[in-house]
């Protein structure tokens, strides 16, 4: 029987956009350098683009079954890809990644019991935290080691009657010094160097933990503002479905125009929004809150999206006149 409301038809269609934001993922994830990185992603994107050409509504309930088992294979597969595109050098600076925004977090959540947190505020303050954390541990197990080397020196004193024992318990407090400085100083590179390894997953995380989330849109020479426009709506719409609030906001030189929400009566879920044209781009963007942000840049060849979760919590999309064209930019796509 041929149908397109079929509940067959439901799952083949929701299969294929997860495959399809699947695909994508892998896209953000291939090494150019790597040959068996670029095969293997081609393979996948030939093998969604040959599943697609085959959707073709109205169509039995058994095909529609045949597509769904084979988009599913294909979300597993490009899933395989993603886990195995993250190397071992990605995996220690994620565990750097994480121990930043933890203690980055947790500072600016003190910060904020007594003043508002701006993005500018965590920009500027954000980069001395982890150093900062670092230098307090080391200090506090440098005290700890000199107190246990003190008091079995005190307690086992006969036994350091010998120059030689003593000379020998004091190479190893040197030795435990010495590597601990070692140690930090190699924490500390991964530490402020992690940036470059946030992943689309990371930045996910501090998404679905914010109430609400902002987004630049950089007008200034770009041929497709309005296509920019449509993705920071398409975000908007995707945020709005998972209970957030988007506050965005549109640079076109040294102006900006800000659209915030705001609640209406003593309703908290009804939501209408103020726009504010003619602001100073420096104060406008100086206002943003702490909040995940979608920074919309045009470029005329689309690169694959930044993420950061340190310093700043941004997604930076870099795209074309094709790119923002879209019915859906990539972006807003695998928010769904």
Not at 88 to 103: K, P, T, W, Y
Not at 174 to 203: A, Q
Not at 276 to 302: E, H, M, R, W
Request: aromatic share 10%; glycine share 6%; proline share 3%.
């Amino acid at each position: 029987m041929i149908n397109n409301s079929t509940t067959a038809y439901k799952k083949a269609a929701e299969l294929q956009d997860q495959a399809g934001d699947e695909i994508l993922k892998a896209q953000w994830r291939v090494n150019k350098l790597s040959t068996a990185s670029v095969t293997s992603y081609n393979t996948l994107a030939d093998r969604k683009n040959k599943l697609d050409a085959q959707f073709s509504p109205p169509m039995t309930t058994a095909q529609y079954s045949a597509l769904s088992s084979s988009y599913a294979t294909l979300k597993s597969d490009a899933d395989t890809y993603i886990a195995a595109s993250s190397s071992a050098q990605e995996s220690v600076f994620g565990v750097g990644n994480v121990i930043s925004r933890a203690s980055v977090d947790g500072a600016m959540a003190i910060v904020s019991s007594m003043t508002p947190v701006s993005f500018k505020t965590r920009q500027s303050l954000a980069k001395y935290v982890p150093p900062l954390v670092l230098a307090a541990v080391d200090l506090s197990l440098l005290a700890a080691a000199l107190l246990v080397f003190v008091g079995a020196f005190y307690y086992f004193r006969g036994f350091f009657r010998s120059k030689l024992v003593l000379s020998g318990w004091a190479l190893t407090m040197l030795g435990f010094v010495f590597l601990l400085l070692v140690g930090s100083v190699g924490f500390y590179s991964i530490v402020m160097s992690t940036e470059k390894f946030t992943s689309f997953t990371d930045f996910m995380g501090t998404v679905q933990g914010a109430d609400r989330v902002a987004v630049i849109v950089e007008e200034t020479g770009s041929p497709a503002v309005t296509g920019m426009h449509a993705c920071a709506d398409q975000i908007e719409a995707q945020m709005k479905a998972q209970g957030k609030a988007t506050l965005k906001y549109y640079i076109n030189g040294n102006g900006c125009t800000s659209v915030l929400p705001r609640t209406v009566g003593n309703n908290s879920s009804a939501v209408a929004y103020d726009t504010k044209p003619g602001l100073i781009a420096a104060n406008c963007l100086d206002s943003i809150p702490d909040v995940p942000i979608f920074d919309l840049q045009y470029t005329q060849t689309t690169q694959a999206p930044a993420f950061t979760t340190v310093v700043t919590k941004q997604a930076i999309v870099k795209g074309n006149e094709a790119y923002y064209g879209k019915k859906q930019c990539d972006i807003a796509n695998v928010l769904g």
